[in-house]
């Protein structure tokens, strides 16, 4: 179900160095931010819940989710160069698979290892802060990958749609609509940042076992319906 050659173009592409760029540059606004605020605030876990639920749950790690997710196959798509992936010896859901797995290791580094930095800088992991949001970032990383590499495959506006979700559904709709939390994947991991911490500091309006459900459904059918959008396209890259 893991292909190395797939994997090594895969982590070509996400890294180059326009993609890289950004990747980069996330996790290093997020720790000025965290070294900003320690240097003038000092230690205090509300504060350090505040910075790592406002930007680095709510926004570093969707953002880097897009970019890795549709980058992973979307370009591939876009200039047609799919189709010489398409026309080796490999099973479609093996590439897919792969590429969902790179997207989810290049996510997991650049969205959860930074988080955890910032929360260690901004309160020492008092009150387990740092690791609850770490442990948010892992699993929101997992189900961002797999969403996103669903849109890489169905459209060539992936990114667009991507950034919308992110950026307008899940940071506006869902600062305002109790609905729109609901169907957030940032509340879904931050059931899990609440159970770690069990203190109030974390909250989420999605009970942790239906937060469960419905990282592991999203996940797996976003996965499915990749692979499937993928074994019924052409050699010639026409559905």
Partial sequence: MYNPTVARLTYRA???RKRAL?????????????????????????????????????TMVPLIGVIAGTGAIGPEIDDGSIVYLLAK????????????????????????????IAGYILNGNGQQVAVAYTVAALVASIAYSALFLLLGTVSRHAVVIGLVYALVWE?????????????????????????????????????????????????????????????????????
């Fill in 171 to 239: 940071a506006l709709f869902g600062s305002l609509i109790a609905g729109a939390r609901t169907l957030s994947v940032q509340q879904w991991a931050l059931a899990l940042a609440e159970k770690v911490t069990g203190d109030g500091l974390v909250s989420s309006e999605v009970g942790l076992p239906t937060a469960v459900v419905l990282l592991a459904v999203v996940t797996v059918v976003a996965t499915w319906f990749a692979g499937y959008k993928l074994r019924t396209m052409s050699v010639a890259g026409e559905e």
């Fill in 22 to 58: 950004i990747l980069f540059a996330l996790p290093a606004m997020l720790i000025l931010i965290a070294v900003a605020v320690r240097m003038f605030n000092g230690a205090d876990d509300q504060v350090a819940a505040d910075v790592l639920g406002g930007f680095a749950l709510a």
């Fill in 89 to 116: 010896p490999v099973k479609r859901p093996v590439i897919v698979f792969t590429k969902l797995i790179v997207a989810i290791a290049v996510t997991m580094v650049f969205s959860a290892l930074p988080t955890f």
């Fill in 14 to 16: 996400l890294l180059g």
